[in-house]
């Protein structure tokens, strides 16, 4: 594409069409609609100034090289139940099989041509919600055009995590995912993914989490050096209901986390976390935008990067709190540690209150390793790179304890030891 079409995205808009005949057809054709009346995202969009969108919005996936990590996947230690997805398509062959007590699953792509399917009342419903305020284009497109999905209906509490696993096999793979999940009143399940997934990705999920209900997600994002990534989630919240999500991201070109949340019901808790560690040609850019719309809500937001080596970390936060959204707690820190001087870290926090009775705060700091503490474990013989190690981890630390599950916070630990290990010559 040349300059001019990058700007507009027009040859990319007008080659898109909704092909469904079921009950996705009016979803998907309301968002092809409302795609090409908001055009596709520019470094000029407000949002997108510390991200440059053009790699994503681009006519054909950049070539990404494939990486072997030499390691087992994270999370294979974990009893779960495992759906697989190679460059985007299903795997069946690799994945279990979906019988699992208390919850419901089915595919997008073996669906969404039905008359009648449960997931019609959400499917692109989250999504449209969380273009106000802010335009959220590649969500729009992902609406109109995602190949293939989960459909999760949670009707109790889930035994073991529901675990999808994002395999990239092509160079030159393009791969489009939404899933959408339905946490009935009193259901409870944890939901992990893990794996690059593909050269490009763009994967949105939506999450209705009932009264009563509760919904945890700990996702991992691959190790290709070269992938880029554009992932949203849009949940929404009902009375004492919980949603505890936290992401790892390590390595990347280019990676792009959005998170909208809605709490609409009484004593609800949310909470958005991430820990980011990148080395070189890395940009990982994370956007949340959090409504309280009840009385008596908890959000915290808690995002901790580690950058060296040129590498570039962006934090986009803001807690909007709606008149009569009474007793708000609303919590939000995103902090940057730069392991050299060429690294840069970007942050963009906001609030903005209309109720008088509220307890907000936000703050965003980067800086350098503390050389006293540095000081301090090596006067107690603790080696110059170890030393630096256990600062960086004792640094992650306030993000990992927002995960909620004890077992999948040490396997992250674990892989975050590692990461800092192999860096280590």
């Not at 007008?14 to 092909?19: I, R, Y």
């Not at 230690?77 to 019988?99: H, N, P, Q, Y």
């Not at 919600?129 to 999905?149: C, F, H, I």
């Not at 942050?347 to 109720?355: G, T």
Request: include cysteine.
């Amino acid at each position: 594409m040349g300059a001019a079409d990058i700007q507009t995205g027009a040859p990319v808009l007008d080659g898109l069409q909704v092909t469904d005949t079921g009950w996705a057809q009016d979803a998907r054709t309301s968002a092809l609609a409302r795609l090409r009346d908001m055009g596709l995202p520019t470094k000029r969009d407000e949002y997108w100034k510390y991200t440059d969108p053009a790699t994503l919005t681009a006519a054909d996936a950049p070539s990404a090289a494939l990486f072997e990590p030499g390691e087992a996947l994270l999370f294979d230690d974990v009893d779960r139940l495992k759906i697989v997805f190679v460059d985007g398509v299903f795997d069946a062959e690799a994945s279990d099989d979906f019988s699992l007590e208390n919850v419901e699953i089915s595919r997008l792509a073996d669906t969404a041509n039905a008359d009648i399917h449960w997931a019609k009342s959400l499917y692109g419903v989250l999504e449209l919600n969380g273009q106000t305020p802010v335009k959220r284009p590649l969500a729009a497109m992902n609406t109109a055009m995602a190949t293939d999905g989960i459909l999760l209906r949670v009707t109790g509490k889930v035994s073991k995590p529901v675990s999808l696993i994002y395999r990239h096999k092509s160079e030159v793979s393009d791969a489009i995912l939404h899933h959408v999940i339905k946490v009935e009143a009193g259901g409870d399940i944890t939901v992990t993914e893990n794996g690059p997934a593909a050269a490009r990705f763009n994967k949105v999920m939506e999450v209705d989490i009932a009264d009563g209900a509760a919904f945890h997600h700990v996702r991992a994002q691959g190790r290709d050096h070269e992938r880029r990534a554009a992932t949203h989630m849009f949940a929404r919240l009902g009375a004492e209901s919980t949603f505890k999500s936290f992401t790892l991201t390590a390595n990347g070109v280019l990676t792009r986390n959005e998170c909208v949340i809605e709490l609409t019901g009484d004593d609800a808790t949310a909470s958005v976390a991430g820990a980011a560690v990148g080395d070189g040609v890395f940009h990982h850019d994370d956007t949340v935008f959090i409504t309280h719309d009840a009385l008596n809500c908890e959000s915290r937001q808690v995002f901790k990067k580690v950058l060296r080596n040129g590498a570039v970390g962006v934090f986009q936060g803001k807690i909007l709190v709606k008149e009569g959204a009474q007793k708000t707690d609303g919590y939000q820190i995103s902090q940057s540690l730069l392991l050299d001087e060429d690294s840069q870290f970007l942050a963009k926090p906001e609030l903005e209150i209309y109720a008088d009775d509220v307890a907000c705060s936000h703050g965003s700091t980067s800086g350098a390793i503390d050389e006293d503490a540095l000081f301090y474990l090596q006067s107690r013989g603790v080696p110059l790179k170890q030393a630096q190690d256990l600062l960086v981890l004792a640094f992650l630390a306030e993000a990992l304890e927002e995960v909620e599950s004890e077992e999948l916070s040490e396997a992250i630990r674990a892989r975050l030891e590692d990461w800092l290990s192999r860096r280590s010559a």
